[in-house]
């Protein structure tokens, strides 16, 4: 089992940044491919980026690909996002997520994948 708790949200302005993290406790973290997602209000889900187990991988989405960065400490049992340039429209709530990879190179963009996620972290953007 992994238990994963987020922190960092807040309100911001546009072009303001902010910085995520996901602390995890339980089962050997470091060993977890890792995603963050979002939900607005009224939508659904959506992917946001993911880092592989063995760090040597990530993947983001485009609306958010150049302004986010995902990363791992693992000697702190923590995954961030560092969120830069800040959107109005990257209002939402912000999961972290974790799951026992296939291999240590994948990324996973579906929820569906993951097995373990935290209670989520709201993040508003005013213009």
């Known amino acids: 089992q992994v238990q994963l708790v987020e922190s960092g949200g807040g309100l911001v302005q546009a072009g303001d940044s902010l910085r995520l993290s996901c602390a995890a406790s339980?089962?050997?973290?470091?060993?977890?491919?890792m995603g963050w997602f979002r939900q607005a209000p009224g939508k659904e889900r959506e992917f946001v980026a993911a880092?592989?187990?063995?760090?040597?991988?990530?993947y983001y989405a485009d609306s958010v690909k150049g302004r986010f960065t995902i990363s791992r400490d693992s000697t702190k049992n923590t995954v961030y996002l560092q969120m830069n340039s800040l959107k109005p429209e990257d209002t939402a709530d912000y999961y972290c997520?974790?799951?026992?990879?296939?291999?240590?190179?994948?990324?996973?963009?579906?929820?569906?994948?993951?097995?373990?996620w935290g209670q989520g972290t709201q993040v508003t953007v005013s213009s």
């Open positions: 880092r592989s187990w063995s760090d040597i991988t990530t």
């Open positions: 339980g089962r050997t973290f470091s060993r977890y491919a």
């Open positions: 997520a974790a799951k026992v990879p296939i291999s240590g190179g994948n990324v996973y963009t579906r929820g569906n994948e993951y097995d373990y």
